[in-house]
């Protein structure tokens, strides 16, 4: 892996320690301290050195062969198209919002108000509603998987990576129009300022404030709109290297609060999607580029 | 008669104003339904821990910025809740302190049962100059001790602050380490050593 490339992609993650911290993820966390540290005590490398590896970091980026997110996205498509459940079905009738099996473009514009199910769903939501009304799956199973591990695939993470990449080069556009899309960014934002936990801490404890970081680890400025909001929501699914997995928002989203030493968070709840949508608001018109690649 | 209508007008668009920003700040008992869709399966201590106290509340509510009167009642009663050592000494083992200091660990759902939780100082603070591994969501607490000359006032200021934050500034970003039981007071004591001992390498 190119270790350097991935550490200076880590660009709004906490420095949490994953929770098995691999070896590899030991070195990666290594390389991006010893990374920062230069930048802390060095002079600053030449803007073309700077360019060039931003370039290099951007063609790794969108390169299969480099990115194991991509083994996701191949792993998703399957998926999508895979006939399973008691009525024998696949998921190619799932409507995300765009109209029945229609994918380009659907992920930018979610979370979102669906009529069927009379309420906002993300992504996750949306994919466990269709396995359940049109493939008739158990989800229990699939939600037991919900976050990869070794020898574990995630049918939910290979599919957002799947459906996400679809809308790869295009806008967020966050849909604010139903009374419970808006509904749900409003009350999204009040999430983001709610402490609590042993720490008294909150999402704005760590995002809304420019230029702060947590130990070396660099922290977005996500309590206004621009480009510190755009470029991390941006770049969600991505491919975490020091877990060696493809993760969603439903994963950063409880790791943030694992942080914060809130309790546990019901995968694919409405507190969750409340808070996607307050950040979507905030990274409306970033451009999606995913899978992206780590730390 | 042409004003009439221009007047309704107005009005309907005053209106429909308030009612944007109604949507704007949804109730508290709306908040909260989320917070329970969300959180609702975890044991009652932890829904225990994100039940906000009257302090907590009133900085939710204020994100912070709490008016004046809130934050004199919000010091009065964060104040009633330090605990000070019967001995009255404030200052433990500086070396004990460091590992308070460094240790994040603590408080979190994947911790075992019985993790003996850190401060995580350094997550938030600059303390030992040599040490390149520190954020700055707080200021810097290089030299601490020594630029205030071991001051005793200030040691028991600092002693406070760590203890419950809030006792000295409301709505503080830091956590409430004594009050919230993150932290028992031996610890504190050794943390506030290794602000105030001369030969910690805070100091140095």
Redesign the interface.
């Known amino acids: 892996m190119p270790n350097k490339a991935a550490a200076n992609a880590a660009i709004e993650e906490t420095k949490g320690l994953g929770m098995k911290l691999p070896i590899l993820g030991a070195a990666v966390l290594a390389a991006a301290m010893t990374l920062a540290a230069g930048h802390l005590t060095a002079q600053a490398p030449p803007l073309d050195d700077s360019e060039k590896e931003i370039e290099r970091y951007r063609q790794m980026l969108s390169d299969p062969f480099s990115n194991p997110g991509f083994l996701a996205v191949d792993r998703g498509e399957v998926l999508w198209s895979e006939k399973r459940g008691t009525k024998s079905a696949s998921l190619e009738a799932c409507d995300l919002g765009e109209g029945p099996g229609k994918l380009d473009g659907a992920f930018a514009k979610l979370p979102r108000y669906f009529a069927d199910a009379d309420r906002v769903m993300d992504t996750e939501q949306r994919l466990l509603w269709c396995m359940d009304k049109l493939q008739g799956l158990d989800t229990k199973d699939v939600l037991a998987r919900r976050f990869s591990g070794p020898g574990r695939a995630s049918d939910l993470e290979d599919l957002t990576a799947f459906i996400a990449n679809k809308s790869s080069g295009m806008k967020i556009e966050p849909q604010l129009k139903h009374a419970k899309e808006l509904e749900m960014a409003a009350v999204g934002e009040e999430l983001f300022y709610r402490r609590g936990g042993v720490m008294d801490f909150s999402c704005a404890t760590c995002h809304a404030d420019e230029g702060k970081r947590i130990r070396l680890q660099g922290l977005p400025n996500l309590s206004v709109p621009g480009p510190a909001a755009q470029a991390t929501m941006a770049s969600w699914p991505t491919y975490r290297v020091s877990q060696s997995a493809l993760r969603t928002m439903q994963h950063r989203l409880w790791d943030c609060y694992r942080q914060q030493r809130w309790p546990v968070p019901d995968y694919g709840s409405d507190a969750l999607t409340a808070l996607t949508m307050f950040l979507q608001k905030q990274a409306a018109g970033g451009e999606i580029a995913v899978p992206s690649i780590k730390r | 008669m042409t004003r009439l209508p221009f007047i309704t007008l107005a009005l309907a668009s005053l209106l429909a104003g308030a009612a944007a920003q109604a949507?704007?700040?949804?109730s508290q008992a709306?908040?909260d339904?989320?917070?329970k869709?969300?959180?609702?399966?975890?044991?009652p201590e932890?829904?225990a821990?994100?039940?906000?106290d009257e302090s907590?509340a009133a900085?939710?509510l204020h994100?912070n910025a709490v008016p004046s009167a809130e934050a004199d009642a919000i010091i009065k009663r964060e104040l009633a809740k330090v605990g000070f050592p019967a001995d009255g000494k404030l200052l433990g083992n500086w070396k004990e302190g460091y590992k308070v200091a460094n240790n994040?660990r603590g408080?979190?759902?994947?911790d075992p049962p019985g993790t003996v939780?850190g401060g995580n100082c350094?997550?938030?603070h600059q303390l030992d100059p040599k040490e390149?591994?520190?954020?700055?969501?707080g200021p810097s607490l290089a030299a601490y001790g020594k630029d205030r000359k071991y001051d005793p006032d200030a040691i028991k200021e600092a002693y406070t602050k760590i203890y419950n934050s809030m006792a000295v500034v409301p709505c503080s970003?830091m956590?409430?380490f004594g009050t919230?039981?993150?932290l028992d007071e031996q610890q504190i004591k050794d943390v506030l050593a290794y602000l105030f001992d001369p030969e910690s390498p805070v100091n140095k």
Not at chain 2, 49 to 52: A, D, F, N
Not at chain 2, 107 to 110: A, K, L, W
């Open positions: 949507q704007d700040k949804p709306t908040i339904s989320y917070v869709a969300t959180f609702g399966k975890a044991s932890w829904q821990r994100i039940t906000p907590l900085c939710n994100r994040g408080g979190q759902f994947s939780a350094f997550a938030c390149v591994s520190y954020g700055t969501l970003n956590p409430r919230n039981k993150v």
